[in-house]
């Protein structure tokens, strides 16, 4: 499976449907695909142990049932027991997620079918390792995880087309990343994005080995300005910032 042209360009989520979305465990009828917002329920007037009880129930559905669902959506905060519950959806190929207060991501390593990934805002996340371990994602996406600057660990990621690796862009709140050598491995991506970020070793050059890339979003900075002509003889490329919005690289910008 790859990635068709509109998901390269606009992100792997284009074209498709949205959906259903629900709170509680009553609300589920039986979908493949579903939109889970079971938590932040402050202006619904419930109690506290109601809105513990609605979580506890996704955590026992997802858990006493690992083969009902494929795809999943989280809009509302993700504490670490639901997403502990989520990993034991053993048909799932797509997770997104919006946001959360999870810190350890190991228990994703047995989610082996899961093809696209989006890891929202997870600042207390502690090691990128487990998802190394996903050889069949397509699609990944992580923001604002303060707390890791390596990327190394995702070159085992032999099949992924889509790399994002961003801060949080409303704040905003930027990331440390020491050096994007390890793109030197990944020669098959064909969209990259690395949007608020603060490249340590201010080397952007390992992306040139990307001659796959038909998408390239990059943070305007001073670094990137001095690369940018060169960035853009990359012979496949077409779409993003360095393409569709190049006054934001000039020089005296």
Same mark, same amino acid.
């Given at each position: 499976?790859?990635?068709?042209?509109?998901?390269?360009?606009?992100?792997?989520?284009?074209?498709?449907?949205? /959906?259903?979305?629900?709170?509680?465990? !009553?609300?589920?009828?039986g979908q493949e695909e579903l939109t889970i917002n079971c938590t932040q329920l402050g202006g619904a007037k419930r109690s506290a142990k109601e809105k513990k009880r609605i979580v506890t129930e996704w955590c026992d559905l997802l858990t006493q049932h690992p083969t009902a669902f494929k795809s999943l959506q989280f809009g509302t905060r993700m504490p670490q027991e639901l997403f502990d519950a989520v990993c034991h959806q053993e048909n799932l190929e797509c997770l997104v997620i919006n946001w959360g207060a999870y810190r350890d991501l190991s228990a994703i390593e047995k989610l082996r079918k899961l093809k696209f990934l989006g890891i929202g805002s997870g600042a207390g996340?502690?090691?990128? !390792? /487990?998802i190394g371990e996903l050889v069949n994602l397509i699609a990944l996406g992580l923001e604002n995880f303060q707390k890791?600057?390596?990327?190394?660990?995702?070159?085992? %990621?032999?099949?992924?087309?889509? %790399?994002?690796?961003?801060?949080?862009?409303?704040?905003?709140?930027?990331?440390?990343?020491?050096?994007?050598?390890f793109l030197r491995k990944m020669t098959q991506l064909?969209?990259? !994005?690395?949007?608020?970020? !603060?490249?340590?070793?201010?080397?952007?050059? /390992?992306?040139?080995?990307?001659?796959? %890339?038909?998408?390239?979003?990059?943070?305007?900075?001073?670094?990137?300005?001095?690369?940018?002509?060169?960035?853009?003889?990359?012979?496949? %490329?077409?779409?993003?910032?360095?393409?569709?919005? /190049?006054?934001?690289?000039?020089?005296?910008?």
């Open positions: 499976m790859h990635l068709n042209d509109e998901q390269v360009r606009y992100g792997f989520a284009y074209g498709g449907i949205d /959906p259903a979305s629900v709170i509680t465990t !009553r609300e589920y009828a996340v502690e090691s990128v !390792r /487990p890791i600057t390596d990327y190394s660990d995702l070159t085992a %990621l032999g099949q992924l087309e889509s %790399l994002s690796i961003c801060g949080d862009g409303m704040g905003p709140q930027y990331i440390k990343v020491t050096s994007l050598e064909r969209s990259l !994005r690395l949007l608020t970020i !603060r490249l340590q070793n201010q080397d952007y050059s /390992p992306i040139l080995a990307l001659t796959q %890339l038909e998408r390239l979003d990059l943070r305007s900075h001073r670094d990137v300005k001095k690369m940018y002509d060169e960035l853009c003889t990359l012979p496949q %490329l077409k779409w993003g910032l360095l393409k569709e919005k /190049p006054e934001l690289y000039s020089k005296k910008g």
